[in-house]
């Protein structure tokens, strides 16, 4: 099974980078990676996704490694409102008809 | 606006009473999924459907049924709910399956379910 391992929490100071990582390393060869976020009394909310170049949007950045087996989303200021539960998913598999799996996530705790 | 949209937001019932959560999107989109969320737990998939007439299981399926009779509607069944049914519900649809395809999920808000 594709799985992704994160670490459970991590916390960064109010408009300085954060770097989450995630590793996959049975990732395969043509899925793609996508985070997400939830934050607190919603639903999750999409961020952002990549396949094998490093991707950039208006809400962050992912940086994923040569080899795929890890990635890391890069939130470049961070903001009291990007406190939120941070979820690595990726295929389980590479056939058509198999679920998605999430990780586990990473609760990122921002201070003023 | 697009949106996923769950009901109901909140469900208290009791053990072995049938009950249906709705899920309903207006984006023409194929795929849809049914997840819970307990504390822990993270995310874990219950079943999905990749168009209509097509569902499989997740990694949860135990005391779920769901249906896809028509592309925007993916009920969630409960035949006889027990207490450790007791959770956070998300809806999620997208245009086609998400990772292959390139496309992000779209989630509802969710159902809080208790079952006493």
């Known amino acids: 099974d594709a799985k992704t391992t994160q670490p459970n929490s991590m916390e960064s100071n109010e408009e300085e980078p954060v770097h989450l990582p995630c590793n996959h390393s049975?990732?395969?060869?043509?899925?793609?990676i996508h985070w997400y976020r939830q934050l607190p009394s919603q639903g999750p909310e999409y961020v952002i996704h990549?396949?094998?170049s490093n991707v950039n949007n208006r809400m962050a950045s992912l940086a994923i490694a040569e080899d795929r087996k890890s990635s890391t989303l890069i939130l470049h200021r961070a903001t009291l409102r990007d406190a939120a539960v941070y979820y690595c998913?990726?295929?389980?598999?590479?056939?058509?008809?198999?679920?998605?799996?999430f990780g586990k996530g990473t609760r990122l705790s921002v201070i003023a | 606006e697009a949106q996923v949209t769950q009901n109901p937001r909140y469900l208290i019932t009791v053990t072995g009473k049938k009950l249906t959560v709705t899920c309903s999107q207006n984006m023409n989109h194929e795929y849809m999924s049914w997840y819970r969320q307990d504390p822990g737990l993270g995310l874990r998939q219950i079943y999905y459907s990749m168009n209509v007439e097509v569902t499989d299981k997740g990694d949860v399926p135990e005391g779920y049924k769901v249906s896809r009779k028509e592309k925007r509607n993916f009920p969630l069944i409960l035949e006889s709910p027990s207490p450790n049914q007791t959770s956070l519900y998300f809806c999620?649809?997208?245009?086609?399956?998400?990772?292959?395809?390139?496309?992000?999920?779209?989630f509802g808000n969710g159902t809080r379910l208790t079952v006493t």
């Open positions: 049975t990732i395969s060869g043509t899925d793609y």
């Open positions: 999620a649809s997208s245009p086609r399956d998400s990772l292959r395809a390139n496309s992000p999920l779209h």
């Open positions: 998913i990726l295929r389980d598999g590479n056939s058509g008809n198999t679920p998605l799996v």
């Open positions: 990549g396949l094998t």
